[in-house]
């Protein structure tokens, strides 16, 4: 036997696994999903904005050695889709949203394969830049315009107690105009930090004589000028649509406050953004409440139960709906919004399907997504409520629930931002998404 060729066939054997074993490890390495290189990125895209030092999240995601305590924590609750909180079902409906904040597979996978990995940081140089976040002092629609709001409304003071039941405040605000001006964007919130802690929600009511001039296309009256609750800061409206304040306009407020342990006094304030003097928009949005039942005395609900109901509420005019906003309380745990059409034809435009009442989210359609509907349409609102004890946050199983603006009772309607535009507008849009349709189709 030649031993030296022997020899030699082993070290080139043994370099050859050297360099196997080399390549592998590369490979291993360049497959690892690391904090620093994938994981960083997501938190700071969607998490970032609240888990920061100085916001409500209960822990801040800023830094490895922030985030990896929490690593199994994180991969819970992005694997079951509770966080971000994006509560709307992925599968069914409109999925296009100017305010989308969910996580997307890809991205789902990534946080969850991170942390059965161990949770590395990885390489410190793969970190992308810490990012600047903008002071959360001012009015937040003012950074996006760079123009700070045209006035501000107040609601008086009010004084929740430490230790007591729901209060709800409801005084009324002048608001400062002396001719017909059109609004543009509006903003909503607690005048102190403090008072984020008691209020629960907040509308503003616009009161107004409406003459018939302003009676467009048989819409009604003003409707509200926003609706606050945790998780929403402003409302601005597309290009060419706005809202009407006239003079002699009054803001009838109705703020929903709960005790939480001390005693804290405070307001609600509304930022209101105005067109210019001389630019009319050509169409008027209205925010509209849209029920799940026929009257309050509808909603029953027997303890130990799972029960839905349903509101049905008909277009007057033709409209584009702007966007989504379930409200329910701790019952709540799904509502969808249908459009029935003249012709029968059905159509889900959202769904959301794990509704969470810490949660009010506002689901708002892109421009090329927002439904476009004709008059006569029916706008179909069902709710389903859980009164079992498979309801983590029902406080009662055993009790019997019905109608109540109080936390303990329910509720279910939806908050839409609703455009009328005219039967012709209508045609003229129905007519170009019916071509584009047919060439989508390839010209069938």
Known sequence: MNYAKYRIALGTLGALMTLSGASFAATTAADQVTFAKDVAPILQEKCESCHRTGQGAPMNLQTYE????WARSIKQRVATKNMPPWHLDQTTGIQSFSNDRSLSDKQIATIVKWVDE?????????LPPAK?????SGWQYAKVIGKEPDFVVK???????AVGQDEWWKPVSDVPVTEERWVRAVEMRPGTAAGRKVTHHALAQLEQVEPPSAQDLGAGGPGLLMEWAIGKNYDAYRPGAGKLILPGAKIRWDIHYHSVGE????????????????????HRTRLQLLSAYATNGNLDIAPNTIASTQGFHVLRSAARLENFQPHMHLRGK??????????GTIQMLSYVDKFNFNWMNNYIYTDDAAPVLPKGTIL????????????KDNPDPNQWIGYGDRTIDE???AWVNVTNISDQEYADWAAKHKAGAKMARGGQ
């Open 118 to 126: 161990g949770a590395p940081l990885g390489d410190k140089k793969d």
């Open 334 to 343: 799904a509502m969808s919004m249908e459009a029935i059409l003249p012709d």
């Open 380 to 391: 179909r609102i069902t709710a389903w409520y859980d009164n079992t004890t498979g309801n």
């Open 132 to 136: 600047v976040w903008p002071d959360d």
């Open 263 to 282: 005693q804290i006094r405070d307001h609600v304030e509304l930022a209101v953004y105005l067109y210019p003097k001389d630019e009319k928009p050509e």
């Open 66 to 69: 922030e985030a990896r305590p």
């Open 411 to 413: 509720m279910g309607h």
């Open 155 to 161: 609601s008086s003071d009010w004084t929740v107690p």
